[in-house]
């Protein structure tokens, strides 16, 4: 299949560290790619380069096409917001606003009226199951819960990318691959591509695609699954 977003010799240095020194992968619509490697490797400078967050120094990064290291920074926010999604740590929902809020709150910032984002919300956290803790507030529900809120808030505007830095780094293992499970078939339903940044195998596990990042650059360990 043809890749829906690749990047290819991606360098970027951090003053005088060199984060990456020639990284390269792709991944097609539908697809989980799992990035790994230790710790201090390049991982989230890969991630936030394929996310437009961040621009490398040389290299190409290519997204349906287009070329996202020749886009403006204008051209490219507008991108993050239309059709990728992001996963957060659970700590980054909005605490003031209800777990359902939360979730409509990205369509509400589409412009999508409040009854018709609530709507679609609900059906997002029916589908992560967490329907029960649709009218508490964030600090009131558990890690795992928190997280697949977070899942289904990156989800509700049917992005064409999801970006997950450690989805399940704050929780244990038996609710981390509750998250991973639901996470990645939520994915699969929508054709979204997934790339998420994990250290731990078990969460890589889910994934259709596996790449180990070391020293900047990509030792390709492919998983056949
Ligand atoms: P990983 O995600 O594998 O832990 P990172 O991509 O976060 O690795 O970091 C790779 C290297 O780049 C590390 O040495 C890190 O300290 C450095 N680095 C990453 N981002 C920045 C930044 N914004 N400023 C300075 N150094 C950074
Ligand atoms: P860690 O991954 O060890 O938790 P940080 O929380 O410092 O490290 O940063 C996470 C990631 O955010 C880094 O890998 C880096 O790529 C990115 N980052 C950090 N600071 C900045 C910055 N000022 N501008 C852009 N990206 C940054």
Redesign the pocket.
């Known amino acids: 299949t043809e890749p829906l977003l690749a990047a290819d010799g991606v360098e970027k240095a951090f003053g005088p560290t060199q984060a990456l020194r020639g990284a390269g992968v792709s991944v097609a619509a539908g697809e989980v790619l799992a990035i790994m490697g230790p ?1 201090g490797s390049g991982k ?2 890969l991630l ?1 380069c394929l996310a437009g ?2 621009r490398p120094d040389a290299g190409t990064i290519t997204y349906g096409g287009r070329d996202l290291v020749a886009m403006s920074d204008r051209e490219r926010s507008a991108l993050r917001r239309t059709e990728f999604g992001f996963v957060f740590q659970f700590g980054q929902l909005v605490p003031e606003l209800t777990c359902l809020e939360n979730v409509a709150l990205p369509l509400r910032l589409a412009k999508v009226g409040r009854r018709k984002a609530e709507d679609v919300a609900r059906e997002w956290l029916e589908r992560l199951q967490v329907s029960d803790v649709a009218d508490k507030r964030p600090g009131d529900v558990s890690g795992g819960q928190g997280q697949r809120i977070a899942v289904a808030r990156a989800l509700v505007t049917r992005p064409k990318v999801v970006f997950a830095d450690e989805p399940t780094g704050a929780l244990d293992s038996l609710n981390g691959e509750k998250v991973m499970r639901m996470f990645t078939e939520a994915a699969r339903q929508t054709n979204a591509a997934v790339v998420l940044v994990t250290h731990e195998a078990r969460v890589a596990a889910y994934s259709d695609h596996e790449i180990v990042v070391r020293d900047g650059r990509v030792a390709d360990r492919e998983l056949a699954q």
Request: aromatic content about 0%; charged content about 0%; proline content about 0%.
């Open positions: 710790s989230s400078t936030h967050i961040v």
